[in-house]
């Protein structure tokens, strides 16, 4: 048998997953030199770009520029999409070893980690996550509601996503009816009684996650008052010494920015954001009908492990917060796929440099791979996936060398699209997403926002004329 | 970013050895997994000491016929620093450098769960910068080409 790659016989290779990272392997696949491939990407949702659509903040649309990049390598004549199409409901990994020399899978980091403490599972305490993919309009979470009645709210964590929260939470809706941010969404938060919204950091201002613009965003908004405590803000012995020695210029301008926040007077805007530092939270209290009444921290202090890093110890020093809605943002995680070895420990596809590994042998399994965030664990920016990919495109090439690949009885396109419309009739191509994304960006144009999303399979269906019960012809 | 990220790519396999065995046989591990220093741990597989190729080289030095027959744990050092999966990158980083570690076992709960090596810093290192620089040169681009395209 030849060693697939030719024009006569294309290397023929599946993506699960159609976020950033499953683009970034897609595009160096076809710019191996001499290799003829055939990529066909599936995704879960009728629509790509994975988190970039769902998870990049609706106020943040330059970040979502990089989607022009993708709609490049979507262009070639050799890539195709499948979306609504999930691996588990619709496919199974054998069908996909019938149809492909090889399969990557790019699912991201799904879920998010819980803090594990007393009362997280009280009403009105929610995943950052879940409240994120909501007001992106991702249709599994469009129903999803937000008692935004309650005036105090305390978001767990400094990471991106917890301070993207703690913005859209902050927002007037004068501010987020410019942006994309889903029509479900906006309405809600119109009615949003949230007055005090709370950032809460277990160690210092020197190690919170957030990067320096976006802590500056933080002190712009356009009605919220930002507050830092001077005391939080102070720069311990530890942390002091830890950026000086690595002369650490960024990390100072953001503590000094943070610092400069605690000197702010308020200016007696209508809302108030409160950045919080060295607090965790043990416990949330119930109000005493199952929902959060409250959030009991302990004071944390820093101290150094073997390495060098700080971390957060409790002193038994306790204090309540009164709120009533609570998000956790202590970090995502990924969820195994039906048939694809997982490694639980750390929330990824059982991998070494993005082979995925058997789990019985921890050998690599013939043909299967992974990139991005279900590899490594949800690190990095976006750009980050890109060399992550190419490393995994790497392994990829040189197993196809060595004429290590899967074996398909059927590898042929049609055949692989004759069975998805078997499975999936009402499957979304690459075609069908650019006519929605016409109408979605020719609707922002008429409301002066940067788009209107389709949160609901069904309205995709009726914008393409086609109908919900009835297969495509 | 942090040490679990670099860990969650390279597999669940740990090279280790035991004390009471032979250098020899610690060179064998070394040459066929192609790697540069083994973890000693006790049966309970707490890490206990670790050997590097350096460590064999400066024993072959002294003592040329005799260094293969000796048990590792003559050779190995003792104090060795550990990471958990919980450490930041750049504080590892730091430490490895000016330490001059090359390699660090990662425990959690005094039980070995992996090792990572000054190559694997240096990559993530690499990597967090390119993507980084990969994601702001999109976003100037992506400036520059706004009032392009108002214009036209």
């Known amino acids: 048998m030849t060693r697939p790659g030719s024009e006569g016989a294309p290397l023929r290779v599946a993506i699960i997953g159609a976020g950033p990272t499953g683009y970034y392997a897609a595009d160096q696949l076809f710019r191996q030199p001499g290799l003829v491939v055939e990529i066909d990407m599936y995704d879960r949702v009728p629509t790509p770009y994975g988190l970039v659509r769902a998870?990049?903040?609706?106020?943040?649309?330059?970040?979502?520029?990089?989607?022009?990049?993708?709609?490049?390598?979507?262009?070639?004549?050799?890539?195709r999409f499948f979306?609504?199409?999930?691996?588990?409901?619709?496919?199974?990994?054998?069908?996909?070893?019938?149809?492909?020399?090889?399969?990557?899978?790019?699912?991201?980091?799904?879920?998010?980690?819980?803090?594990?403490?007393?009362?997280?599972?009280?009403?009105?305490?929610?995943?950052?996550?879940?409240?994120?993919?909501?007001?992106?309009?991702?249709?599994?979470?469009?129903?999803?509601t937000f008692d935004l009645s309650h005036e105090r709210a305390a978001i767990v964590g400094v990471g991106n996503v917890a301070v993207d929260v703690a913005r859209i939470l902050s927002r007037t809706p004068d501010?987020?009816?410019?942006?994309?941010?889903?029509?479900?969404?906006?309405?809600?938060?119109?009615?949003?009684?949230?007055?005090e919204v709370y950032l809460l950091g277990r160690r210092g201002p020197a190690q919170a996650a957030f990067?320096?613009?976006?802590?500056?965003e933080l002190g712009e908004l356009a009605d919220a008052d930002v507050v830092a405590i001077p005391e939080e803000v102070e720069l311990d012995e530890l942390s002091r010494a830890a950026m000086q020695r690595a002369g650490d210029?960024?990390?100072?301008?953001?503590?000094?920015?943070?610092?400069?926040?605690?000197?702010?007077?308020?200016?007696?805007?209508?809302?108030?954001?409160?950045?919080?530092?060295l607090v965790s939270p043990v416990e949330l209290l119930d109000d005493g009908a199952g929902a959060v009444g409250g959030m009991r921290l302990v004071r944390n202090k820093l101290y150094a492990?073997?390495?060098?890093?700080?971390?957060?110890?409790?002193?038994?020093?306790?204090?309540?917060?009164?709120?009533?809605?609570?998000?956790?943002?202590?970090?995502?995680?990924?969820v195994a796929l039906p048939g694809v070895p997982f490694n639980d420990k750390w929330g990824v596809i059982l991998n070494e440099k993005g082979r995925v590994l058997d789990a019985e042998r921890k050998q690599p399994l013939v043909g299967e791979y992974t990139a991005g965030w279900i590899k490594r664990g949800p690190t990095g920016v976006i750009g980050t996936n890109k060399p992550d990919a190419a490393e995994t495109v790497t392994c990829m090439m040189e197993d196809l060398a060595a004429d290590r690949y899967l074996r398909p009885g059927a590898p042929s396109s049609e055949a692989a699209e004759r069975l998805i419309r078997r499975r999936q009739p009402q499957c979304f191509s690459y075609q069908d997403w650019l006519k929605l994304n016409d109408v979605e960006l020719r609707r922002g144009k008429e409301t002066g926002r940067p788009r209107v999303k389709f949160t609901r399979t069904e309205d995709m269906l009726a914008a393409l004329g086609r109908h919900p019960g009835r297969p495509r012809e | 970013m942090t040490v679990a990220s670099l860990l969650a790519r390279k597999g669940v396999k740990v090279i280790t050895i035991e004390p009471d065995q032979q250098i020899r046989q610690a060179l064998a591990l070394l040459a066929d997994h192609n790697i540069g220093a083994?973890?000693?741990?006790?049966?309970?597989?707490?890490?206990?000491?670790i050997l590097s190729e350096r460590d064999i080289v400066r024993a072959a030095v002294r003592d040329e016929r005799g260094v293969f027959d000796r048990p590792v744990s003559a050779l190995m050092t003792r104090n060795v620093i550990v990471g958990v999966?919980?450490?930041?990158?750049?504080?590892?980083?730091?430490?490895?450098t000016d330490k001059r570690i090359r390699h660090l076992p990662v425990v959690e709960q005094g039980r070995l769960v992996g090792i990572i090596s000054i190559g694997d810093v240096v990559k993530a290192q690499r990597d967090q910068y390119q993507g980084e620089v990969d994601t702001l040169q999109f976003q100037l681009i992506a400036e520059q080409d706004k009032p392009a395209a108002r214009a036209g």
């Open chain 1, 305 to 334: 492990t073997d390495t060098g890093t700080l971390q957060p110890k409790p002193t038994g020093e306790f204090e309540d917060l009164p709120v009533g809605l609570v998000f956790r943002s202590v970090g995502y995680r990924g």
């Open chain 2, 85 to 96: 999966p919980q450490d930041d990158l750049t504080s590892v980083a730091y430490t490895m």
């Open chain 1, 211 to 216: 990067t320096n613009p976006e802590v500056k």
């Open chain 2, 38 to 49: 083994v973890v000693v741990v006790d049966p309970g597989a707490r890490p206990i000491g």
């Open chain 1, 55 to 79: 998870g990049v903040a609706p106020d943040h649309q330059k970040i979502k520029s990089v989607t022009a990049s993708f709609d490049k390598v979507a262009a070639h004549p050799r890539f």
């Open chain 1, 249 to 277: 210029r960024a990390t100072q301008k953001k503590v000094d920015l943070l610092q400069a926040y605690a000197r702010r007077v308020p200016t007696g805007k209508r809302r108030r954001l409160i950045l919080r530092f």
């Open chain 1, 175 to 195: 501010e987020l009816a410019t942006t994309d941010i889903a029509d479900h969404a906006l309405e809600a938060l119109r009615a949003s009684r949230v007055r």
């Open chain 1, 83 to 144: 979306g609504a199409v999930e691996l588990g409901r619709h496919l199974t990994v054998d069908d996909l070893r019938a149809h492909y020399h090889m399969l990557l899978y790019t699912t991201g980091a799904q879920t998010d980690r819980r803090m594990g403490i007393p009362g997280e599972d009280l009403k009105n305490s929610h995943a950052a996550t879940e409240f994120v993919a909501w007001y992106n309009g991702h249709p599994d979470y469009r129903h999803l």
